[in-house]
């Protein structure tokens, strides 16, 4: 576990180099462990003797590949997930396999707008959610927000879900609590009960805020199907007017996967270029396809992420990642 001295030093260097989406995420999560080289480090967790790494490295580019070296020594049964292509390229220099695992989607904000026919369904529910009476604005509990009424709606939204526990690791566990520039919106109802919510979490450069990504998302299950997308739309309005850079959407898992740019592992690609389409993956275990088409309405720009291994053969290490993030 960590102590609040090393998460502390994990965020000063998020808020210097934090560039990517899971970037907050590897300095807050709880339960993460950490492999330090100088001013970078790693974050990770291990499973039946598995060391299994949440995206890059975070620190000094020019100590990310002796980082990443030193860690694959003191952990050799390994695996990497959510990379970027700098990251990939510095492990496959290592021997290792890099296989696409899926687009995260950026939207560059000082040229964005909602016009155009993609964008229509977001303009909709605006709209939709106005004319009812709805309405959506950025809170916080030390100010407007209750905490019981927030944890209720979220095991609702929970009890709905075909897994009854909250999925960490590839995503950040939910805080009842305000963090540090943490952004989070919320949809009312006409008699003023919040029916949904996003908190987004920073990007970062330079130790300013150059973005942000839609981190922990919640819904109660009667909630209106335009919610997600209307609070989206209105928190990325304010971000414009703030002047941030950016919005990561996140990943869209298995989504764009072609493996042509690395020395992918042909076992992988056979399975994960299927899984998007996969009917029975999307109905009894993960919407992946409904995932991909819902950010594909934002229009964005669209940048793979990947997943790395030295092994052939890699049941064990996915089946063990999935296993410690709650997904099985």
Request: aromatic share 14%; proline share 4%; glycine share 6%.
């Amino acid at each position: 576990m960590r102590n609040s001295q090393t998460t502390e030093a994990r965020l000063q260097l998020v808020q210097g180099f934090g560039r990517f989406t899971q970037a907050f995420s590897t300095a807050g999560q709880s339960g993460l462990e950490d492999v330090w080289h100088g001013e970078a480090y790693l974050a990770y967790l291990r499973k039946w003797g598995i060391a299994c790494v949440l995206a890059d490295p975070v620190g000094v580019p020019a100590l990310h590949g002796p980082l990443l070296a030193a860690f694959s020594m003191q952990h050799p049964k390994n695996c990497f997930w959510q990379i970027s292509r700098t990251t990939a390229q510095l492990l496959q220099e290592q021997g290792y396999w890099i296989n696409e695992m899926g687009y995260d989607t950026r939207l560059d904000l000082a040229a964005y707008d909602f016009t155009g026919k993609q964008k229509e369904r977001l303009r909709h529910a605006t709209n939709w959610l106005a004319k009812h009476n709805y309405t959506v604005r950025e809170g916080s509990f030390a100010d407007d927000i209750s905490e019981k009424e927030i944890r209720q709606l979220s095991d609702k939204w929970q009890a709905d879900r075909r897994t009854t526990r909250d999925v960490y690791f590839f995503n950040r566990p939910i805080v009842y609590d305000d963090e540090v520039d943490v952004r989070k919106f919320f949809l009312f109802s006409p008699m003023g009960a919040v029916e949904a919510f996003i908190f987004f979490d920073p990007i970062y450069r330079s130790g300013q805020v150059v973005g942000y990504s839609p981190a922990i998302k919640r819904r109660l299950p009667d909630a209106p199907l335009r919610a997600e997308e209307g609070i989206m739309k209105l928190a990325i309005e304010q971000f414009q007017r703030e002047g941030v850079e950016r919005i990561m959407l996140g990943l869209s898992p298995m989504a764009g996967i072609t493996d042509k740019e690395f020395r992918a592992n042909p076992l992988i690609h056979f399975s994960w270029s299927r899984a998007l389409n996969a009917w029975w993956i999307n109905r009894y275990f993960y919407n992946l396809a409904g995932h991909a088409d819902f950010k594909r309405r934002f229009a964005g720009h669209e940048e793979q992420t990947y997943y790395a291994s030295k092994c052939l053969f890699n049941d064990i290490r996915i089946v063990a990642s999935l296993k410690l993030a709650g997904a099985l």
